[in-house]
């Protein structure tokens, strides 16, 4: 392939994932245009590079429209599926499955021939092995997630993981195993590094190391990891494929020195040996992505240090990027595949024209030189990714780099080739155990001196931009040093110094967290921090708000409308990783903390906002646990924020006798069910904006469509956590209130006026009765 070709065919390659992302009417008749363009004129070239464009389009677009439909949520269907992947937690296992067959055991609903993947929760099942076949029988639903600011993208990550529905298996009828698994090289590794005598970490490390099992390592492993900047250090990568090639290389090289002294050097077949070797290593490992990214680039740079007809480095940069996303195009939005490339491109930047260091001392100053600059532009990719920083990173990959790779991953490596003499392969593997172990101390003493830290949104792209320049006035060349210094000095000068946002005195920051089936709102003032709930715990033990903020955040309020899963489950994950200094919730509420009691009439002000509780009153007998709910009424200037928890209609007539003007917004009470929001406090109240609390696609049906329609005949405004993902509220400026959403309308249909959500109750499932409890379900 001739060196002009690499970066058109990159750039085709991204183009195409851009039509297939995006795929509008305008943008596919463009297409067409263009190849009959190319047709007429007889446009080799741009006929080969538009369809490249086709290619990647239609294997995204494929992925997409492979879904599951939405008219198949909550319904059983027949899956016959191979077993690609099974992970335990928490009493539960997790099945990525390769579908081969799907039908839906209703008639009359809408095929599912287009599934290809699919992620099952299963609780008290059969046991499944890896690469097994069976027919099951599953509940789905198409992928969701909750959207929060800040927090892990769980959709992002179904989507790129190239996973069209998620849900759990039913029991009925009964799972059969229609396949034993095939004969796995790398099963049998696992299991054959099972019955060795190691220690858990070890194992667990060795695992990851040199099998890609990255899924063994437990999430104590990932906060260590994490945390000290080393997670590129376990997952397969190009540091440990090239070993494997260099290794190979070097070995071939040197017998072909010993079979033909005076013509070694022009000598092919060691870098073909090279090269097979990378392949076989990323193939054992599973050649999953992070493992099919690093085996490319390996490939591509074993081409390049040839030198036979080879490409230079930046355009074998972009050949190894067209050929990655050629091959897999969702690649386009895994993190890793640009953090690679990024650090690559630096690389090239830093060593370009430069000349070949010299011996021990040499190589040793070359890797700390590129080590500090890699690290700046890679914590500030990192941080744009992933909302973290580790301070630690530079100084630990120092040690951790070599380490691992001079010394633990070639014993580990030994340790298998030498399998076939037990003494010898234990001998390794100790050493690589005893390396492992003094490596996690020095990672543990390291990160409690500087742990990781997660800023504040809005101070990431000015940090990242700021370490993006460091990075750049180290690395490009001709800049006099002093320059590079006095830069620096002030890019770090201007990182401590940047503001963090906060609420104006009389203005309140509110937010209506994405928590699925339950309820979590905070509220923020200048000085003061409250939590209205902590949603829910799910059945596999999963917290939401256990994914919304860093660990030892402090709350001044804690009001726990009432002991409901879906409003109090997140207790558990509050007091393990947060501190709180007063509890409220109803008198006689049984919760696992202390609480004070919150009455109607009682009152706080915080920085010009005030706080009210309307409900309940001192004497709850005879009251449900619903109608004992908490409700709050915070105002701040003009605005009024109440959220009634989950009283019903009666309780609601009981205390709009205190409200005496209209609400600004209203949290639906009991998620827009249709036992609360009575026409009376719609007349009463006439909110301006309304949020439903509710999960998507959830099988209580909220909001009710009997509510929707009172809240639109009122001319409210509606908004729900299902559709819109978290909302974001700045009450208390002469202004309307300002209401964002995590899910902007701009990115999907439906908004009328004010950018509100045209909303809709959800469709009636037939045959499956709504129930009428609202315990958190199981995601």
Do not use: K
Not at 399 to 423: C, D, H, N, Q, R
Request: aromatic content about 8%; proline content about 7%; charged content about 15%.
């Amino acid at each position: 392939m001739r060196q002009g070709w690499a970066m058109p065919l990159a750039l085709a390659s991204l183009a195409g994932v851009a039509t297939g992302a995006l795929a509008t009417t305008a943008l596919l008749q463009g297409l067409g245009v263009a190849a009959l363009w190319c047709l007429v004129w007889r446009r080799g070239r741009e006929s080969l590079l538009l369809v490249v464009v086709m290619l990647v389009a239609v294997r995204i677009l494929l992925v997409a429209g492979g879904e599951l439909a939405p008219g198949l949520s909550r319904q059983d269907v027949r899956l016959d599926a191979r077993v690609l992947d099974v992970s335990s937690q928490a009493g539960m296992a997790r099945l990525d499955l390769s579908v081969d067959a799907c039908r839906p055991l209703t008639p009359g609903l809408p095929d599912c021939d287009a599934l290809a993947r699919v992620r099952l929760s299963v609780y008290r099942g059969p046991d499944i092995q890896v690469g097994e076949r069976w027919r099951l029988t599953a509940r789905l639903r198409p992928p969701s997630g909750a959207a929060n600011p800040g927090t892990f993208d769980y959709r992002g990550w179904l989507w790129r993981e190239g996973i069209q529905a998620t849900g759990y298996l039913r029991q009925s009828p009964a799972p059969r195993r229609l396949a034993e698994a095939d004969v796995s090289v790398r099963r049998l590794a696992l299991a054959h590094l099972d019955e060795q005598e190691l220690a858990p970490r070890p194992s667990r490390w060795l695992a990851a190391l040199t099998l890609g099992a990255e899924r063994r390592l437990e999430t104590r492993d990932w906060e260590l990891l994490n945390a000290s900047g080393t997670t590129h250090l376990v997952v397969i990568s190009g540091l440990h494929i090239g070993l494997v090639a260099a290794f190979a290389l070097g070995l071939s090289r040197l017998l072909a020195r010993c079979l033909m002294p005076g013509r070694w050097r022009m000598a092919i077949w060691p870098w073909w040996s090279a090269g097979m070797a990378a392949a076989g290593y990323a193939v054992l490992a599973g050649l999953e992505a992070p493992a099919m990214r690093a085996l490319v680039m390996a490939l591509v740079g074993l081409w390049v240090a040839s030198g036979r007809h080879a490409p230079g480095a930046w355009q074998a940069w972009w050949l190894a990027l067209a050929l990655i996303l050629l091959l897999d195009p969702l690649s386009a939005w895994r993190p890793g595949l640009w953090l690679s490339f990024l650090a690559v491109a630096l690389l090239i930047l830093i060593w370009q024209g430069r000349s070949r260091p010299r011996g021990v001392r040499g190589w040793c100053l070359a890797l700390i030189r590129t080590q500090w600059l890699l690290a700046p532009l890679m914590a500030a990719a990192v941080l744009l990714a992933f909302g973290r920083l580790a301070p630690a990173a530079p100084l630990v990959n120092l040690i951790a780099v070599p380490l691992v790779s001079a010394l633990m991953v070639p014993l580990g490596l030994a340790g298998w080739l030498l399998a076939w003499v037990p003494p010898l392969s234990m001998a390794c593997w100790t050493l690589f155990a005893g390396l492992a172990q003094g490596l996690a101390s020095v990672l543990e003493a390291v990160v409690a001196q500087l742990p990781l830290w997660q800023p504040s949104p809005e101070q990431r792209w000015p940090l990242a931009i700021g370490l993006g320049l460091v990075s750049a006035l180290w690395a490009l060349p001709g800049l006099d040093r002093r320059w590079r210094a006095v830069g620096t000095l002030l890019l770090v000068a201007g990182s401590a110094w940047l503001p963090v946002v906060e609420p104006e005195r009389g203005t309140l920051w509110a937010r209506v967290y994405d928590v699925g089936q339950g309820q979590l709102v905070e509220l923020r003032t200048t000085h003061y921090r409250a939590l209205v709930d902590t949603g829910p715990r799910f059945g596999s033990g999963f917290m939401p708000l256990e994914t919304l903020w860093a660990p030892g955040q402090a709350f001044d309020d804690v009001i726990v409308s009432h002991g409901d899963q879906d409003h109090a489950g997140g207790l558990a994950a509050l007091e393990a990783e947060h501190d709180v200094d007063r509890y409220l919730a109803p008198p006689g509420e049984t919760l696992p903390v202390t609480a004070d009691a919150c009455r109607a009439g009682r009152a706080w002000q915080r920085d010009g906002v005030e706080f009210r509780f309307l409900w309940p009153p001192p004497r709850v007998g005879g009251l449900s646990s619903n109608d004992r709910s908490c409700v709050l009424l915070v105002t701040a200037g003009p605005h009024r924020l109440l959220i009634p928890g989950d009283v019903g209609r009666r309780v609601e007539r009981s205390f709009l006798g205190a409200l005496t003007e209209p609400v600004t917004v209203l949290v639906a009470g009991h998620h827009g069910s249709r036992t609360s929001s009575g026409p009376a406090l719609v007349r009463r109240l006439a909110p301006g904006s309304v949020i439903f609390s509710a999960a998507r696609g959830s099988r209580f049906g909220h909001p009710a469509s009997e509510v929707v329609r009172r809240f639109r005949l009122a001319g409210s405004c509606l908004w729900s956590t299902a559709q819109d993902g978290a909302l974001t509220l700045r009450l208390g400026e002469r202004d309307d209130p300002d209401i964002s959403a995590a899910r902007p309308l701009s990115w999907r249909p439906g908004g009328v006026g004010r950018d509100c959500l045209a909303l809709e109750s959800p469709a009636s499932i037939p045959g499956l009765p709504v129930p009428t409890s609202t315990e958190a379900e199981t995601p």
